[in-house]
């Protein structure tokens, strides 16, 4: 038996609650300390909107699940998703998108150095991850914030640059403040929206 615990914020009325939520999985998941904490995300999705539960502040069902953890093992872990990169020469790209009275601020953070084909390659997968978003994650409001974070390497089998989601997070931001915070490095590389 696994017991996932996670946190729950509201994309409504971005307010979040600070007592974990607990559910418990009966049918032991033997891989599951190798998935990362956006796999666990879309799990939980999956079975909130089966569960239907709602904003305990709001009783909005636009909810976003964060801080997951498996049997107390916190899934997205800064200093081990570094350690796994150095033993697997993969590089981390982490990006922040900051919303603050609808001014919009864009940063880079992760390994030192990344390989340009893994940062075009990175920008052009997200673009496409949040084209295929469902619209609600993009409820606008004056403050908000995107954060995603990924690890990239190359496939010596498959000869191809593999790119994982380890974490998402994103509220208050509609898809244009996205786009446009994107505009420049989406030029730079080519990358059509
Ligand atoms: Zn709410």
Redesign the pocket.
């Known amino acids: 038996m696994d017991i996932i615990k996670y946190k729950i914020g509201?994309r409504?009325?971005l307010?979040s609650s600070n007592i974990p939520h607990l559910t418990t999985i009966r049918e032991e998941d033997l891989n599951i300390y190798k998935k990362s904490e956006f796999d666990l995300m879309l799990t939980i999705e999956n079975w909130r909107s089966e569960a239907g539960h709602l904003?305990e502040?709001?009783g909005?069902s636009n909810l976003e699940f964060y801080d997951i953890s498996v049997n107390d093992y916190q899934l997205y872990n800064f200093e081990n998703l570094v350690a796994m990169c150095k033993i697997l020469h993969n590089r981390m790209l982490q990006i922040n998108i900051d919303k603050k009275d609808n001014d919009l601020s864009l940063t880079f953070a992760g390994c030192d150095h990344i390989e340009e084909n893994y940062l075009k390659k990175s920008l052009a997968e997200i673009i496409n991850f949040i084209k295929d978003r469902p619209d609600n994650d993009f409820t606008a409001h004056p403050i908000g914030h995107l954060f995603i974070c990924l690890t990239v390497g190359y496939n010596f089998s498959s000869h191809q640059i593999d790119i994982k989601f380890e974490r998402y997070i994103c509220h208050g931001l509609s898809k244009d403040d996205i786009i446009n915070t994107f505009k420049p490095y989406l030029e730079q590389f080519g990358i059509s929206w």
């Open positions: 509201c409504n009325c307010k904003c502040f709001c909005s």
